[in-house]
T-cell receptor
Framework: RKEVEQDPGPFNVPEGATVAFNCTYS??????FFWYRQDCRKEPKLLMS???SGNEDGRFTAQLNRASQYISLLIRDSKLSDSATYLC?????????????FGAGTRLAVHP | EAGVTQFPSHSVIEKGQTVTLRCDPI?????LYWYRRVMGKEIKFLLH????????ESGMPNNRFLAERTGGTYSTLKVQPAELEDSGVYFC?????????????FGQGTRLTVV
C-alpha cells in the first residue's frame, strides 16, 4: 500500500466549478499535512498546510480527518490558472528528523 | 533573495556514464533534501542533510548514488554508473531551523535522461 494515495485524475472542469480532491495516508503517526501545487515542468510549491480544525485560504479549503487518515482540498470558483497537479504531502518523523512523503498527485484541468 | 537553484536543468547521458547534479540551497538553510520523481510515479525522498551531515539517507536507491554537502553549503548528487532506471527529475529542497519542520522550498529540478 502506498504511504499517500490520491486519485490521479485528471479532473476536467469548467471555469467557475467547484472541485474536490481527496487523499489518504497510511501512517497514523504522521504529524503534518500539506497540499502542494506543481505546474508542468516546474517545482512543487506549498499551497497550504492542513489543520484538524480545517482551514481556508480564499477559494481554497483544506480539511483533515485524523481518525480516517483522510485529507481533502476544495477549490471553489475554479480559474484557468488553477490548472496544475495538486500533491498531497505528509510529514513523517523518523529518527528525530522529518521528511516529506508525497502522493502521486491529482491533475486538474480547468477549461473555458 | 535567490531561491533553491539546481544545475544542470537537463542532462542526457549514456548508460554507464557518470553524472553529477548540483544544488545550491537558500542561504542560511541548514536542511537540504534530495527527492526524485521517476516517470509516472510519486516524488520520493532520497536523503536529508543537516548542514554537512547526512541525517537520513534511507531513500537512496543503491550505492551507485553518492551525495555530499561540503562545508554545509551546496550539495552534489553523483550517479555512477548511471542506469536506465535512474531517469527522472531530481529535486532539491531546503528549509530552515531544527528538525526540518519549517516549509521546504524546492528547486526547479534536474531532468536526467539515461539512454
Amino acid at each position: 500500500r502506498k504511504e499517500v494515495e490520491q486519485d490521479p485524475g485528471p479532473f476536467n472542469v469548467p471555469e467557475g466549478a467547484t472541485v474536490a480532491f481527496n487523499c489518504t495516508y497510511s501512517n497514523s503517526a504522521s504529524q503534518s499535512f500539506f497540499w502542494y501545487r506543481q505546474d508542468c515542468r516546474k517545482e512543487p510549491k506549498l499551497l497550504m498546510s492542513v489543520y484538524s480544525s480545517g482551514n481556508e485560504d480564499g477559494r481554497f479549503t483544506a480539511q483533515l480527518n485524523r481518525a480516517s487518515q483522510y485529507i481533502s482540498l476544495l477549490i471553489r470558483d475554479s480559474k484557468l490558472s488553477d490548472s496544475a497537479t495538486y500533491l498531497c504531502v505528509v510529514r513523517d518523523r523518523a529518527g528525530g528528523y522529518n521528511k516529506l512523503i508525497f502522493g502521486a498527485g491529482t491533475r486538474l484541468a480547468v477549461h473555458p | 533573495e535567490a531561491g533553491v537553484t539546481q544545475f544542470p536543468s537537463h542532462s542526457v547521458i549514456e548508460k554507464g556514464q557518470t553524472v553529477t547534479l548540483r544544488c545550491d540551497p537558500i542561504s542560511g538553510h541548514d536542511n537540504l533534501y534530495w527527492y526524485r520523481r521517476v516517470m509516472g510515479k510519486e516524488i520520493k525522498f532520497l536523503l536529508h542533510f543537516v548542514k554537512e551531515s547526512k541525517q537520513d539517507e534511507s531513500g537512496m536507491p543503491n550505492n551507485r548514488f553518492l551525495a555530499e554537502r561540503t562545508g554545509g553549503t551546496y550539495s552534489t548528487l553523483k550517479v555512477q554508473p548511471a542506469e536506465l532506471e535512474d531517469s527522472g527529475v531530481y529535486f532539491c529542497a531546503s528549509s530552515q531551523g531544527q528538525g526540518g519542520i519549517a516549509e521546504a522550498f524546492f528547486g526547479q529540478g534536474t531532468r536526467l535522461t539515461v539512454v
